[in-house]
């Protein structure tokens, strides 16, 4: 006899639930097996949460020092990364506005965020793309520039590129062009060469 519906969909979340709890059953310190804890004497049960105190405390240092690290690594690379910029020779500093700019995200093209870059020839630079309608969709990526091609590589994979050539004379007077890169973006990038020393402020080249 076949089951109401209703009913057949309360027994599979039961089924459901009953899962779940068995795959989060208690836990005991050390990693030991429910069956040895509860062969052990409660002087052994205290002395294994202390031991396991004891990882869990230097777990969380060695991540807090871990994160420090990446904080003053971060940290580093900016400063470097404007003194290249302060000091670049002329011709070795471009800046580039990507817009409109298309992202693809799970097979699908989707409107992205317009991008700026302040790129020094020598120097990657990486750039997220977010997804226009802002929600939480981003892809990740790598920008390159030699003196006469930017790249916009999808990030970890140095030949799937978006690719902008342009002569010294052509990045004096500002160029655009289209970009794209197959299953990361596609748009049109304007680029010029950037004033000696000067500051970047895209939003003011950015459309609405």
């Known amino acids: 006899m076949a089951l109401p519906p209703s009913r057949s969909l309360a027994i599979s979340c039961l089924a459901a639930a009953a ?9 005991y310190p050390l990693g030991i ?7 052990m004497s409660v002087a052994e049960q205290d002395q294994a949460r202390m031991k396991q105190a004891e990882v869990d405390r230097a777990r969380a240092e060695a991540r807090r020092q871990e994160a420090e690290a990446r904080e003053a690594e971060a940290t580093a690379r900016a400063a470097a990364l404007d003194h290249a910029r302060a000091n670049a020779a002329p011709g070795e500093r471009v800046q580039c506005i990507l817009q409109p ?9 989707r409107a992205a965020e317009p991008l700026g870059l302040d ?22 990526g790598t920008a390159h520039f030699n003196g006469m091609e930017i790249r916009l590589c999808r990030e970890g994979r140095k ?5 902008f050539l342009a002569t010294s004379g052509e990045l004096r007077r500002g160029k655009t062009q289209p970009v794209q890169a197959e299953d990361f973006l596609r748009g049109r990038m304007h680029c010029e ?8 402020y895209p939003e003011r080249h950015l459309r609405p």
Request: aromatic share 10%.
């Open 119 to 140: 790129l020094v020839a020598g120097l990657p630079i990486a750039f997220t793309l977010h997804d226009r309608e802002g929600r939480y969709r981003s892809r990740d």
């Open 19 to 27: 899962i779940l709890v068995s795959a989060c059953g208690p836990r």
């Open 193 to 200: 060469l950037a004033a000696t020393g000067g500051r970047f």
């Open 159 to 163: 030949n799937d590129c978006g690719r």
């Open 33 to 39: 097996t429910e069956d040895r804890w509860s062969k």
């Open 101 to 109: 700019v298309e992202m693809s995200y799970g097979g699908e093209w």
